[in-house]
T-cell receptor, first 116, second 109 residues
Framework: ETGVTQTPRHLVMGMTNKKSLKCEQH?????MYWYKQSAKKPLELMFVYSLEERVENNSVPSRFSPECPNSSHLFLHLHTLQPEDSALYLC???????????????FGPGTRLTVL | GQNIDQPTEMTATEGAIVQINCTYQTSGFNGLFWYQQHAGEAPTFLSYNVLDGLEEKGRFSSFLSRSKGYSYLLLKELQMKDSASYLCAAMDSNYQLIWGAGTKLIIKP
């Protein structure tokens, strides 16, 4: 397995369900990201982890809860979502390191989430 | 505020050349990225510019003018597989990427 992988690729859930998205990177990177991509809108950065510590949380509702158990894995736990949360959720990783690095981000294929 | 502008959609003919423009306004600047995203797939890195000028990489070239807050992606000898969305992203002074909404490029035979 190479690059950045995400599971599941597609997820349909009701508003009362609890589910988790998983991301795994095989690039030896130290930083990982969650983005939300809605149709015809810019990518929205949700969370950033660097060396397993959360360094960015862009005013994301608490119904989204990230977890980074190690530098290779990132989860996004979902509960009591709203229909407007339906979107493509992308995970990315980058080399990371000291602040100020203009690292290229490498993306996974995303999870297409539909909230009914 | 911070902002990226790029056209929503462009159409071009197979074998031709197309230029996708991007203008940006950011708090500080640490470079400009272009990504390609096919429908249902991951965005993939195409180019990074931080100095003024043209960077050529095969059929794709990327240009940056820092003084004008402007970049373009130039695609030559267009192929059907180049049909995709092209995302422009500028890195601000906090090394955060500010993304455009993407340009959907349609290639016609």
């Amino acid at each position: 397995e190479t690059g950045v992988t995400q599971t599941p690729r597609h997820l349909v859930m009701g508003m009362t369900n609890k589910k988790s998205l998983k991301c795994e990177q095989h690039l030896g990177h130290n930083a990982m990201y969650w983005y939300k991509q809605s149709a015809k809108k810019p990518l929205e950065l949700m969370f950033v982890y660097s060396l397993e510590e959360r360094v960015e949380n862009n005013s994301v509702p608490s119904r989204f809860s990230p977890e980074c158990p190690n530098s290779s894995h990132l989860f996004l736990h979902l509960h009591t979502l709203q229909p407007e949360d339906s979107a493509l959720y992308l995970c990315a990783s980058s080399q990371g390191g000291p602040a100020g690095a203009t690292d290229t981000q490498y993306f996974g294929p995303g999870t297409r989430l539909t909230v009914l | 505020g911070q902002n990226i502008d790029q056209p929503t959609e462009m159409t071009a003919t197979e074998g031709a050349i197309v230029q996708i423009n991007c203008t940006y306004q950011t708090s500080g600047f640490n470079g400009l990225f272009w990504y390609q995203q096919h429908a249902g797939e991951a965005p993939t890195f195409l180019s990074y510019n931080v100095l003024d000028g043209l960077e050529e990489k095969g059929r794709f070239s990327s240009f940056l003018s820092r003084s004008k807050g402007y970049s373009y992606l130039l695609l030559k000898e267009l192929q059907m597989k180049d049909s995709a969305s092209y995302l422009c992203a500028a890195m601000d002074s906090n090394y955060q990427l500010i993304w455009g909404a993407g340009t959907k490029l349609i290639i016609k035979p």
